[in-house]
């Protein structure tokens, strides 16, 4: 089984052999996300530095002991923070030409960088890192499974806890507190529990808005565990007796996602993974209240490549490894909304679905 320093050593390769296809002699990464998949590191300020030969990590005080420990692979830098400590920087890799991440980098620190005047040319890339974190190991895999279980175990307490009076406010925090009880670091994201009206809108944050009888509420959450995440929505009706409506949305929604599950397979590409819920609601005459992309990866960022999406690359595929969310929802401002996301692994037969919560839309009072 690869250890930690293998697993270190091995992505360190996979990006050293992309500096030819990327015209550079070295590349700068800065991202949280990927600097820590590939070094390990995890405090909040640093650099990485990678030429075909050697490796350096740049952080400051309050950081060089934990990534002595960390990022032990590396050669270590002090860095404090001031141009003349990036112009040393960069001049220990002797070279000319850096790539730096265009998508991570601001304004304000690419002229930071060209000021340093260390003899640079730097280079844009559009992406570095991020393609190669999409195929999952077993040990990333492990984790994730472990915080879906965390997530699932609070998801399936959500009925027996919403009732009419309580805030989405209150209800949030105490799913929080499940998933932390549970082992989790904390949520993923900021959880969203989103009722009555709330529900149409895809990302509502949540409010002091107390729950009705006869409201649907869409609950979505994620629990984080050592840096990696899990991600899962559930659709409610608050009460015993749902309006025929509220079941014809919710049935479509449910058999939009079970068609992905039943079709999707490694080699499809991200936009007709899309397509087979997109036509189904599309057909049902809810092309307008399906405005965002089927699912997205998950891992050390609760949104990250691949994007299943009708504006995805038209060459981009789905492949075995990766781990992504399956999430049509339909939504009807003045009405509310229905979202069923499930998070799951590409295996060489499909998806297997890495959440284990039921799907109890009744809310009984």
């Not at 806890?161 to 009880?181: F, H, I, N, V």
């Not at 509502?204 to 869409?218: E, K």
């Not at 990766?322 to 692994?345: D, H, S």
């Not at 295996?347 to 009072?365: H, K």
């Amino acid at each position: 089984m690869m250890n930690r320093e293998d697993t270190h050593q091995k992505r360190l390769t996979a990006v050293r052999q992309k500096l030819d296809k990327w015209q550079v002699d070295a590349v700068l990464i800065a991202s949280p996300a990927n600097r820590r998949w590939l070094s390990g590191f995890t405090g909040s300020n640093g650099m990485l530095l990678l030429t075909p030969d050697k490796a350096f990590i740049a952080t400051d005080f309050r950081y060089y002991e934990r990534a002595k420990t960390e990022a032990p692979h590396f050669e270590l830098y002090q860095h404090e923070r001031t141009r003349q400590d990036d112009r040393t920087f960069f001049k220990l890799a002797g070279v000319k030409r850096i790539g730096i991440e265009k998508k991570h980098v601001t304004l304000a620190q690419a002229a930071d960088w060209r000021q340093a005047r260390a003899g640079v040319q730097w280079i844009p890339l559009a992406e570095t890192v991020e393609p190669l974190r999409t195929i999952k190991t077993q040990a990333e895999i492990d984790l994730m499974r472990r915080a879906a279980a965390m997530t699932d175990q609070a998801m399936a307490q959500f009925p027996e806890m919403a009732r009419p009076g309580m805030t989405e406010k209150q209800l949030a925090w105490e799913l929080d507190k499940l998933m932390r009880q549970a082992g989790a670091d904390g949520p993923a994201f900021p959880i969203i529990v989103a009722a009555g009206p709330h529900s149409a809108l895809p990302h509502h944050t949540v409010s002091d808005r107390q729950l009705l009888a006869g409201d649907i509420i869409i609950v979505d959450m994620g629990a984080a565990l050592d840096g990696y995440h899990s991600d899962l929505t559930r659709t409610f009706h608050l009460g015993n007796e749902p309006p025929a409506k509220f079941w014809e949305v919710y049935n479509l929604v449910h058999q939009a996602q079970q068609n992905v599950f039943t079709h999707l397979r490694p080699g499809m590409t991200l936009r007709a993974a899309d397509a087979l819920a997109r036509d189904i609601i599309h057909n049902a005459g809810h092309a307008a209240h399906f405005g965002h992309g089927l699912g997205h990866g998950v891992g050390l960022e609760i949104h990250e490549d691949p994007f299943l999406s009708p504006r995805a690359p038209e060459e981009s595929i789905v492949e075995t490894g990766n781990n992504i969310t399956i999430e049509p929802g339909i939504y009807m401002p003045g009405w509310g909304g229905v979202r069923l996301e499930e998070f799951a692994q590409v295996t060489e037969d499909g998806l297997e679905p890495m959440s284990q919560c039921p799907f109890q839309p009744l809310i009984p009072l």
